[in-house]
């Protein structure tokens, strides 16, 4: 029994890193789409004094990804209704060029600004508009959303870690006489913290597999009796192959931090 | 410092904090002799023989053990002395979670030697300290004198330099005890090995010429 409680103790810190982690993978993964939605949905209306290019308007700002030119001749046929064709030649003639510009990311509004300022700047531009008011909002909701979601996964983590490192301090005090019959024989701080390496490492792929085990349920069993439509959507994004070397990485990472953050402090400890 | 001394203090001064344990002490150790050191409980014979393995810096003066200065020898030099180090202990410090046979060869390990060699090594040591037949044994399954038995295995392990032994038999009866002292008296004549031992009292069946030191009043005096 207190076997097990050993092992859970640090089983479960572990494992709530590891949720924490996937659950961001998973967020990120997920919110990527809605981003780019965000971004597809976001253009800024330039009007021109001469044709432009889309390599003209990349060398004004390199986040404009795409140009899109709307069609003059339809706009003079619309205001030249009514009025005779040598007119109407001269209204097309008159008329500046529009264009719909697009951008390569999800940028913040300050970094949309001095795109802005970018174009007005040009001479070649006689006005630009933006849409920003709906993508201001959209863009601090979202970043407050991602925000939080890291500040609640990080705080959580970094209680986990504290526990697994008490936990490790625990097995340090277990295995503290053979560690230093092993410092007095010279062995060094690597070779004598190894029965720490391998009760964490067990418990970190114990960890590891758990967590992977929990997602692979939801993606496969919950998620689709869910009958929510973004996790019915989305359901590919829920746990991912890469997602376990991931982990995996990570819980390692934690083991080995952990054992030296412990171990060290025990130099000369055979006293 | 002649290549002969295997133990060589000037002046040497031991500390816990403020408090001086050995002061000002002088004494060499050459070559395959053996080596008495006795005192009263406190006067600092665990102190000093802590020292001789690095566990206590000396405060004061010059401690140099295999050549190497004690007072400013490196983590790595240190793990390395004690590697060519026999040290056995009053408690036996076995690893009590550990076979027999995985408590000698830990000097072994620690050194990186192959499984066949470990393997080789422990038998013949077994069979040397008279415990072939317990080598899958645990410690705790042993009596006192076993285990210390085991424990002068562990120290023969790598064919030490220098065998430090901090009170050997101690907690053993008059049996067990001359069993160790023969041991160690051989390891010294066959294999030219040097035995320092600190004990409160020198066991009366001791009968090769050796070396005797006392501790008193924290100075170390050689006694003629």
């Known amino acids: 029994m207190k076997f097990i409680k050993n092992h859970l103790t640090f089983i479960f810190p572990m494992m709530a890193i590891l949720l924490g982690v996937e659950f961001f993978l998973v967020f990120d993964r997920t919110t990527d789409s809605y981003e780019y939605g965000l971004k597809e949905g976001y253009s800024m209306f330039v009007v021109a004094n001469k044709a432009l290019e889309l390599d003209d308007f990349k060398r004004l700002n390199k986040h404009i990804s795409q140009r899109e030119e709307i069609d003059k001749e339809a706009l003079a046929t ?55 008011n709906s993508y201001t909002e959209s863009y601090k909701l979202f970043s407050f959303i991602k925000f939080s979601l890291k500040s609640f996964i990080g705080f959580m983590a970094l209680v986990s870690l504290l526990l697994i490192i008490k936990q490790m301090e625990i097995w340090k005090y277990a295995h503290k006489e053979r560690m230093q019959v092993m410092e007095i024989f010279g062995a060094s701080l690597m070779l004598r913290s190894g029965v720490l390496f391998r009760v964490a490492i067990i418990d970190a792929i114990i960890s590891t597999f758990l967590t992977s085990g929990i997602f692979l349920g939801l993606k496969y069993q919950w998620a689709q009796e869910s009958h929510i439509d973004i996790l019915m959507q989305k359901q590919n994004l829920l746990f991912q192959s890469n997602d376990f070397l991931i982990l995996l990485g990570i819980s390692l990472l934690i083991v080995i931090v952990s054992v030296y953050l412990v171990v060290f402090g025990t130099r000369g400890s055979s006293q | 410092m002649p290549s002969n001394f295997v133990i060589n203090a000037s002046h040497l001064t031991l500390s816990y904090g403020e408090t001086e344990i050995i002061k000002d002490a002088s004494f060499s150790v050459k070559k395959g002799e053996f080596v008495f050191i006795t005192g009263p409980s406190g006067s600092g014979k665990s102190t000093l023989l802590k020292s001789l393995y690095g566990q206590i810096e000396p405060t004061d003066g010059s401690l140099i053990v295999g050549g190497l200065d004690m007072a400013t020898i490196s983590t790595g030099k240190l793990q390395d002395l004690r590697t060519h180090l026999g040290i056995i202990f009053q408690d036996y410090k076995l690893i009590n979670e550990w076979t027999v046979a995985k408590n000698v060869i830990l000097p072994l390990m620690i050194a990186g030697y192959s499984v066949d060699v470990q393997e080789t090594q422990a038998e013949r040591l077994l069979k040397h300290v008279k415990l072939a037949t317990h080598k899958d044994r645990y410690p705790l399954e042993l009596s006192g004198g076993e285990q210390q038995r085991v424990g002068v295995a562990r120290a023969l392990a790598k064919n ?43 066991p009366s069946i001791f009968s090769n010429p050796y070396r005797h030191f006392i501790i008193e009043g924290k100075g170390i005096y050689e006694v003629h």
């Open chain 1, 78 to 132: 619309q205001i030249s209704k009514g009025v005779n064709q040598s007119n109407s030649k001269e209204i097309l003639k008159a008329l500046p060029y529009f264009y719909n510009i697009k951008l390569d990311s999800y940028l913040h509004s300050s970094a949309l600004k001095n795109i802005q300022r970018n174009l007005e700047e040009s001479d070649m531009i006689k006005r630009v508009e933006t849409f920003g």
């Open chain 2, 160 to 202: 030490p330099f220098l065998i430090l032994a901090d009170e050997p038999t101690g907690n053993l009866d008059e049996y067990s005890s001359n069993v160790i002292w023969d041991l160690m008296e051989n390891a010294c004549e066959q294999l030219n090995t040097t035995v320092l031992v600190v004990t409160h009292r020198i």
